[in-house]
């Protein structure tokens, strides 16, 4: 080496990549004879800047024997590369943009295909998604020892649509009422509190949970449910489907239930007509044709009073009042009007009476039992079997005879609300047909003959008639 006439770098290369994170040593120009030393090496890293992420164990190879690293990019330094800062993200609890229809698979392995769409619900003030910030890159470093900055990561953004509010810090999104949530374009996040179904319940839509009102331009097909915590909006008809809503529910083309339909309001039940159909409102329900063979239950009143207005067959219940053009048919179809008291209180008083003669038949059977148990015990001939059993009879005994007092208390309870029918009242309007019976609280009243014009009330314990205003 000490004959060597030229420079070091005359033999030896030293270069960078691009990003100053890699230096390279290429030897060339070199003989047999060439040698170099590590100090030798580590001087001419430093006469090109280099001072990081040297590669000393390669150098001291390099060192030893260079002839194997001639002619050949040697790598013998490496830098750190600089680490990006992750975005910001957004967690929603629902998935907001997964917008196929699949149908649901039970646990059997079977697949409803009733249910399709799954609304996304929330209410008032609940949690909808949660930001998390983005994070600062981590720096790196040159094999010239330099610092190479980061980049840090792209915040992410709520975009706010109606009905949604953020938190201060823009941390967390809420609904702002109870609705379902939707992205739109621009991927807004909104809030809506009506979900509108431009076209049939059928197939392609499903069964239907929501947590504010359903808006139906088209009908019900037979078998679909929906089930609304606010109003319940149907341009076309309902066939054997069912309807629940905590609030009110109007179809305008009508009920054709197939004894399979079941409409239940929280308020008020609207309907042009109803048949064959089991129809519940809390409050309401109004039908400007006919009401035909169907159970209909009423809080307060059942109105049936346009220019048809026929109730014919079934049974229509209202706590308060009952007005129909016309009850009942020339072919004297049975038609059992009820009011007075909640048609809840008067279903309850039939199923306690019905348990209550169920338990004087039990006692009964006990008691003959006990009879004959009672004349084995005189006779001495009671084995020890017998007296487990008359021990366990006496128990149920007075267990039944509990239960019976019981439900008497209740009937009675039941009866005196019955007694209070001061409002109760049936109006008819044209005519009420023979085959029709009338009961007002605990009083009933069956009618033979076509009655014109009459307004049917409770008088002195007893249902009187006054001709209708």
Not at 338 to 364: A, S, Y
């Amino acid at each position: 080496m000490n004959e060597r006439s030229m420079p070091l770098d005359f033999y030896i290369t030293i270069s960078l990549s691009d990003d100053k994170l890699t230096a390279f040593l290429f030897i060339n120009n070199t003989d047999e004879s060439f040698k170099v030393t590590m100090a030798q090496l580590e001087d001419l890293l430093a006469a090109h800047y280099i001072s990081y992420g040297i590669d000393h164990v390669q150098l001291a190879n390099i060192a030893a024997n260079p002839k194997p690293f001639s002619f050949q990019k040697v790598v013998i330094a490496k830098g750190d590369k600089p680490k990006e800062g992750q975005n910001g993200t957004i967690k929603y609890i629902y998935d907001l943009d997964h917008a196929e229809k699949k149908p649901l698979e039970l646990e059997d392995g079977k697949v409803d295909y009733k249910q399709v769409i799954s609304l996304h619900n929330v209410r008032k003030g609940q949690l909808i998604g949660q930001r998390f910030p983005a994070t600062e890159g981590k720096p790196g470093r040159a094999v010239t020892g330099e610092l190479l900055f980061a980049k840090a990561g792209k915040e992410a953004r709520f975009k706010i649509g109606k009905n949604v509010v953020t938190d201060a810090e823009q941390m967390a999104l809420y609904s702002a009422l109870d609705g379902m949530v939707v992205k739109t374009d621009r991927d807004k996040v909104n809030v809506f509190p009506i979900y509108e179904i431009n076209g049939d319940v059928d197939y392609n839509i499903g069964n239907i949970d929501f947590i504010g009102t359903v808006v139906v331009r088209g009908s019900i097909l037979p078998g679909f449910k929906i089930r609304a915590a606010g109003d319940i909006r149907i341009t076309g008809g309902v066939e054997a489907a069912e309807l629940e809503a905590d609030g009110s529910i109007e179809i305008n083309a009508g009920i054709v239930g197939q004894n399979k339909a079941r409409i239940k309001a929280g308020k008020h039940v609207k309907s042009s007509f109803i048949q064959d159909a089991t129809v519940e409102a809390a409050e309401d329900i109004n039908v400007s044709q006919s009401i035909m063979h169907s159970n209909i239950r009423a809080g307060l009143s059942v109105n049936c009073k346009g220019p048809k207005g026929l109730i014919v067959g079934g049974i229509v219940q209202a706590g308060e009042r009952v007005t129909a053009r016309t009850i009942g048919n020339s072919m004297a179809t049975t038609t059992v009007i009820e009011v007075g008291v909640l048609p809840e209180l008067r279903n309850e008083m039939i199923q306690l009476r019905n348990q209550l003669k169920g338990h004087t038949e039990n006692l009964d059977k006990s008691d003959k039992a006990l009879s004959l148990l009672d004349q084995l015990a005189a006779a001495g001939q009671l084995t020890p079997d017998k007296v487990a059993m008359r021990i366990k009879l006496n128990h149920s005994r007075k267990q039944v005879s509990e239960e019976q007092n019981a439900i008497r208390d209740r009937i009675l309870e039941i009866e005196k609300s019955l007694e209070d029918s001061d409002k109760a009242k049936v109006q008819v309007i044209s005519t009420i047909y023979g085959g029709s019976k009338i009961v007002i609280g605990r009083y009933t009243k069956f009618i033979k003959d076509p009655t014109t014009r009459m307004t049917f009330y409770l008088n002195d314990g007893d249902i009187s008639m006054t001709p209708s205003i």
